[in-house]
């Protein structure tokens, strides 16, 4: 198996039966800044990895040159998908775009209201669609949140009732076949069976787990398959160092 790390991911689905290890990680980095704190996160495809509650606190200067292009290209109300802490929404804000954050942990939604967040909600995406939006944020792999690629075209579906005419999505992903590529550069998947990029994660902080959640990495050609089924069009608008890929979907017009 390579020895290389997933991308980061945004943030997971969790139940009142589950911790919520993310939010309860942000709400005390909020109030010691200076933390080191880090999130463990559990993979089954690979060895656990940890991940930086700070990172979740980046501004303008700290973000990445992906998630810059990102913002860039947003437009209109934005509905900024698995907000986290925030942070890209705070960005948006202060360029004057009326911005809409959505996450699904408890804990951030409150971190994002004492930041100023003016419009934060606790919903998951599948539960929510108050109005139309002209651009759907979805960044730190956002697009994850669907789970799996049937989760992606039900997804898509729903898109179409959320976005205004000229409406568009960004989201950023990657294609993690490195991950599962061997000594000899041959791969051990199963062609056979589920899509390679449909991964499990589970969080943990301070000894508390949250729920173990399916979690979607797609390629871009894949990405592009599926968007043109549910009559969208797909384009790639940046790709990084990493092989994490930013793209914009818009909806064809008959």
């Not at 303008?60 to 040159?65: F, L, W």
């Not at 003016?118 to 002209?134: P, R, S, T």
């Not at 061997?182 to 589970?202: P, R, S």
Request: with cysteine; proline share 3%.
């Amino acid at each position: 198996m390579s020895d290389q790390k997933l991308p980061l991911q945004d943030t997971p689905p969790h139940t009142d039966s589950w911790g919520d290890p993310l939010g309860d990680a942000l709400k005390e980095y909020l109030s010691n800044p200076s933390s080191s704190d880090t999130i463990i996160v559990h993979i089954d495809i690979a060895e656990e990895e940890y991940l930086p509650v700070a990172h979740f606190f980046r501004n303008e200067q700290t973000i990445s040159e992906l998630e810059k292009q990102a913002l860039t290209a947003c437009r209109g109300h934005v509905l900024d998908i698995g907000a986290g802490a925030g942070s890209l929404s705070l960005i948006l804000q202060s360029r004057g775009l009326t911005t809409t954050a959505i996450d699904v942990s408890e804990g951030a939604v409150w971190v994002m209201n004492q930041r100023g967040v003016q419009n934060a909600h606790c919903v998951n995406i599948l539960d929510f669609g108050d109005e139309k939006y002209d651009t759907l944020l979805m960044m730190m792999n956002g697009l994850g949140v669907v789970g799996t690629l049937d989760g992606l075209a039900n997804f898509l579906e729903q898109a179409k009732d959320m976005l205004k005419p000229d409406g568009q999505i960004l989201l950023d992903s990657a294609d993690i076949l490195y991950m599962y590529e061997d000594e000899e550069g041959g791969y051990w998947i199963d062609l056979n069976g589920a899509y390679y990029g449909e991964v499990t994660y589970q969080m943990e902080y301070n000894q508390v787990k949250g729920e173990p959640f399916a979690w979607l990495f797609v390629s871009f050609d894949v990405l592009s398959e599926y968007a043109e089924a549910a009559g969208f069009t797909c384009e790639l608008l940046f790709t990084d160092e990493n092989d994490q890929y930013l793209a914009r979907l818009t909806q064809l017009h008959s």
